[in-house]
């Protein structure tokens, strides 16, 4: 089973930072990876899509990249809306379990 | 639309049994790979379980064993029968899948196993 690590756990930045979350895979997922953020009381909300496809209606600012076994999240200008927990999954090892991360929240400073 | 409601949560004593439903509207759930994801209080996300178009099942070790997938074409509804539920099934559980619209949740539906 593919173990996901993400990093850091928090993230306290101000608007208007950059922020770079981080994900690693105990072995290789391909580009078959995505990132969910999930904000209090909501259901999680597709971002990226394989690697490094943003999801219909998804902002710009966000940025997925990486394959294999370590994969990037840049948001590149928080706004206030963008703090909340971010989560990977990877979709690439069939069968399942498409296991998820632990995720990083990201906070205001 | 694309729309997923999630029903059945609720209070059950450990060792009981639920059957947690999700009807899907705006697509056909047979022709979609379809998943179950939980959260546990304060807690991340934790896949559980998924069935697949051509009705191949997937779960996690976790609940190997003691859950179900499975949907009702004519519903157009995905089931997840939950035996011998323990303490640390305590969750809110959603349905997920990807169409070519986009990806979907539902809202989620609370289980909670106490006694």
């Known amino acids: 089973e593919v173990v996901l690590t993400q990093s850091p756990a928090t993230l306290s930045l101000s608007p208007g930072e950059r922020a770079t979350l981080s994900c690693r895979a105990t072995?290789?997922?391909?580009?078959?990876l995505a990132w969910f953020q999930q904000k209090p009381a909501q259901a999680p909300r597709l971002l990226i899509y394989?690697?490094?496809n943003r999801a219909t209606g998804i902002p710009a600012r966000f940025r997925g990249s990486g394959s294999g076994t370590d994969f990037t999240l840049t948001i590149s200008s928080l706004e206030p809306e963008d703090f909340a927990v971010y989560y990977c999954?990877?979709?690439?090892?069939?069968?399942?379990?498409?296991?998820f991360g632990p995720g990083t929240k990201v906070e205001i400073k | 639309e694309v729309q997923l409601v999630e029903t059945g949560g609720d209070l059950i004593q450990p060792g009981g049994s639920l059957r947690l439903s999700c009807a899907a509207s705006?697509?056909?759930?047979?022709?979609?790979?379809m998943s179950w994801v939980r959260q546990a209080p304060g807690k991340g996300l934790e896949w559980v379980s998924a069935?697949?178009?051509?009705?191949?099942?997937y779960y996690a070790d976790s609940v190997k064993g003691r859950f179900t997938i499975s949907r009702d074409n004519a519903r157009n509804t995905l089931y997840l029968q939950m035996d011998s539920l323990r303490a640390e099934d305590t969750a809110v559980y959603y349905c997920?899948?990807?169409?070519?619209?986009?990806?979907?949740w539902g809202q989620g539906t609370l289980v909670t196993v106490s006694s």
């Open positions: 999954q990877q979709r690439g090892n069939w069968p399942p379990p498409f296991t």
């Open positions: 069935i697949h178009s051509d009705g191949s099942t």
């Open positions: 394989d690697a490094s």
């Open positions: 705006g697509f056909t759930v047979s022709r979609n790979y």
């Open positions: 997920e899948t990807t169409v070519p619209q986009g990806n979907y």
């Open positions: 072995q290789s997922v391909g580009s078959f």
